[in-house]
């Protein structure tokens, strides 16, 4: 396994060359935005650089969180893997692939935010359900799925529940069962569990994790709560300012902090 990082501390190889090439590799990724406008002649070139030359590579079946304040750039990073950013520079790929020009839709990648964006007019079984029919998965075949999932995700005979009944947590759940369907090759989740409070989201993150390895699937982890981070992923990167500070197994971090900002940020100081 190999991470790479344009900040103090990186782990691992400038080149890669350990690698091979299987997942997502993240190089030198650079994502500005237009600064709010003020002066209209000088709006052109007043950006805001929230991904500074980001490095990062996510193997398969590996869980890589993202963690760091608010503004450090996290969010920017996972749209930009997901194709909802452009880059203004680097690359990102998938098995060596490079993925520019491909579409969202057609990146085979998942995605589940915050507030689970669930279809408030269909029931539990066809939300989760909405990414086979897409597929075209059979009937039967979607009905088994969909029950093994939810299953999986702790709500075993919920199909029929409308959504507007769900509580926060039960909500998640369906949003990740929902996002898991298609088998993504890739899931990105953006803060999946901020907005439950902290002791569903301590036992949420755990159930994640299962979950995701269960599934053998690669993720990548959006949270600006580290116990959430070491308690989800197999490797945590930290940001700060757009940059990568330091990628590293949980054990790793707590113990050997590359700088005195990861430090700080942990709370180890
Ligand atoms: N659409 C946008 N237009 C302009 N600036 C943006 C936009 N989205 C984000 N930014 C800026 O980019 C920087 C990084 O934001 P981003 O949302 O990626 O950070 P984050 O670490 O995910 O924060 P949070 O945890 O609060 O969501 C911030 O300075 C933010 O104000």
Sequence with gaps: ??????????????????????????????????KAP?????????TTTAVDHVWID?????????????????????????????????TVTWDDADLAGVPVHRRQFGLM??????????????????GLEAQHVPGPARSERVA???DLVGLTGYERRRVTTLSGGERQRVA??????PSPRLLLLDEPLSALDRRLRERLAGDVRRVLKETGTTALFVTHDH??????ADRVGVMSGGRLLQVAPPDELREKPASREVAEFLGLT
Excluded at 11 to 29: H, I, M
Excluded at 38 to 46: I, K
Excluded at 113 to 130: E, K, M
Aim: hydrophobic share 45%.
């Design 148 to 150: 093994g999932l939810l």
């Design 176 to 181: 990740l069962a929902r996002a898991l369907a």
């Design 113 to 130: 935010f915050q507030d689970g964006q669930l279809f408030p007019h269909r029931d539990v079984g066809r939300n989760v359900a909405y």
């Design 227 to 232: 116990e959430e981070a070491f308690a989800v």
């Design 38 to 46: 003020g002066r209209p002649w000088r709006r052109a070139r007043a």
């Design 58 to 90: 996510v193997d398969q079946g590996e869980i890589v969180a993202l963690l760091g304040p608010s503004g450090c750039g996290k969010s920017s990073l996972l749209r930009a893997v997901a194709g909802l950013e452009p880059l203004a520079g680097g």
């Design 1 to 34: 396994m190999v991470s790479l990082n344009s900040g103090t501390g990186s782990t691992g190889t400038a080149t890669g060359a350990a690698r091979d090439g299987a997942g997502l590799a993240v190089r030198d990724v650079v994502v500005r935005y237009a």
